[in-house]
T-cell receptor, first 112, second 115 residues
């Protein structure tokens, strides 16, 4: 399983765009890149997933360069409620079963 | 999406005792996963539970310490046996049931404190 490296923590002011980069140098051909958000006292929640290039949904965008050795989660105009831990994961999908490893995560603190 | 309910949500236990955590899913799923999250740490996969077969444990976790049952496609239990203070953690149940490839759904977790 590919190991991921991401910043331990980040601070941002409300209304700003936040970019969290994750390094996964040993990503395998079949691996997808997935980001999860975790609030205190809750289980992680899926944000976005991609394989290559750019993916966008109603919550975030995910940028993946051609070599796929890194990825960047972009949160537009963050609010206080976006304060959470964000995890980057890479894992193999095989028939709907994905075994993944959680990295250290990035603790995002949004400041008023 | 899948809705996962865990019981208990939290408990305080005495050293040497065992506690069983229940995980109920609102839909049938093939794979269920159990994670541990120690205070201030990330999630670590304990084991994968497939209905009708023995659970598969990750390195560092053994069946005698964390026996798992998976009697049907919507339910699983994790027992933390002979607990010590080092077992104080949040234990999370997860399923891979999303429409998207590989999306995991998590329960709220069971916070155990061992005295």
């Amino acid at each position: 399983l590919a190991k991921t490296t991401q910043p331990i923590s980040m601070d941002s002011y409300e209304g700003q765009e936040v970019n969290i980069t994750c390094s996964h140098n040993n990503i395998a051909t079949n691996d997808y890149i997935t980001w999860y958000q975790q609030f205190p006292s809750q289980g992680p929640r899926f944000i976005i997933q991609g394989y290559k290039t750019k993916v966008t949904n109603e919550v975030a965008s995910l940028f993946i360069p051609a070599d796929r050795k890194s990825s960047t989660l972009s949160l537009p105009r963050v609010s206080l409620s976006d304060t959470a831990v964000y995890y980057c994961l890479v894992g193999v999908n095989s028939g709907g079963y994905q075994k993944v490893t959680f990295g250290t995560g990035t603790k995002l603190q949004v400041i008023p | 999406s899948a809705v996962i309910s865990q019981k208990p949500s939290r408990d305080i236990c005495q050293r040497g005792t065992s506690l069983t955590i229940q995980c109920q899913v609102d839909s049938q799923v093939t794979m269920m996963f159990w994670y541990r999250q120690q205070p201030g740490q990330s999630l670590t996969l304990i084991a994968t539970a497939n209905q009708g077969s023995e659970a598969t444990y990750e390195s560092g976790f053994v069946i005698d310490k964390f026996p798992i049952s998976r009697p049907n496609l919507t339910f699983s239990t994790l027992t933390v046996s002979n607990m010590s203070p080092e077992d104080s953690s949040i234990y999370l149940c997860s399923v891979d049931g999303g429409v998207r490839t590989g999306e995991l759904f998590f329960g709220e977790g069971s916070r155990l404190t061992v005295l």
